[in-house]
């Protein structure tokens, strides 16, 4: 069965530190896809990147960068110089290709405090 | 471009009450459709997913339901509250197709029962 675990419950860190959230999956699919979603105070969860199981070149996007490594099985995500605007539950998700459609396994979330 | 509605936005309600909550999903046709519980602890449950008009598939025996009598309308329900249904709820959508199509969430609504 498929499982995202995401250990870190809580990160506080400074304003401008570098954060990295830890996710690790597991699945028996060979073709699955890992996710990242932002949730705000608001409440709505933000899509900020996918990535198949083929894909393992890192991704950059501005001060976002994600580091998919199939051989510890995880897909880590670096902010780096963090704003007090990253301030949010951060959620790893899994979907497998085995399912047929699109559900997602979500981790728990990591819950990041930026601080001034 | 896509868009996604939820409302009621908060809601309050006693104990054995109904429930409706609807979703809305503009610039897409024949969306998979999702809805999903988020209670305390933060983690998100997948509760009924629709990959089309009448078609509902749950994932969590409990006393809601959903339909889905538009292609973009996804609706969910309860004849009866209990306390354990207070949470936040969120739909999402995604194109149809198989697994890894992204899914995009709504607004969400905050329900409480009394």
């Known amino acids: 069965a498929q499982k995202v675990t995401q250990a870190q419950t809580e990160i506080s860190v400074v304003e401008k530190e570098d954060v990295t959230l830890d996710c690790v999956y597991e699945?028996?699919?060979?073709?699955?896809?890992l996710f990242w979603y932002k949730q705000p105070p608001s409440g709505e969860l933000v899509f900020l990147i996918r990535r198949n199981s083929f894909d393992e070149q890192n991704e950059i996007s501005g001060r976002y960068s994600w580091n998919f490594q199939k051989s510890t099985s995880s897909f880590n995500f670096t902010i780096t110089a963090s704003q007090v605007v990253d301030s949010a539950v951060y959620f790893c998700a899994l979907s497998e290709e085995g399912s047929g459609y699109s559900t997602l396994t979500f981790g728990k979330g990591t819950m990041l405090l930026v601080s001034p | 471009s896509q868009t996604i509605h939820q409302w009621p936005a908060t809601l309050v309600q006693p104990v054995g009450s109904p429930l409706s909550l609807e979703c809305t999903v503009e610039?897409?046709?024949?969306?998979?459709l999702y809805w999903y519980r988020q209670a305390a602890g933060r983690g998100l449950q997948l509760l009924f997913y629709?990959?089309?008009?009448?078609?509902i598939s749950s994932e969590v025996p409990q006393n809601l339901s959903a339909s889905r009598p538009q292609d973009r309308q996804f609706i969910l329900s309860s004849k009866k509250l209990l306390l354990s249904d207070s949470g936040f709820y969120l739909c999402?959508?995604?194109?149809?197709?198989?697994?890894?199509?992204?899914?995009?969430f709504g607004p969400g609504t905050r329900l409480l029962v009394l």
């Open positions: 699945t028996r699919d060979t073709t699955y896809y």
């Open positions: 629709s990959v089309g008009i009448g078609q």
């Open positions: 610039g897409t046709s024949n969306p998979n």
């Open positions: 999402a959508w995604s194109v149809a197709g198989g697994a890894g199509e992204t899914q995009y």
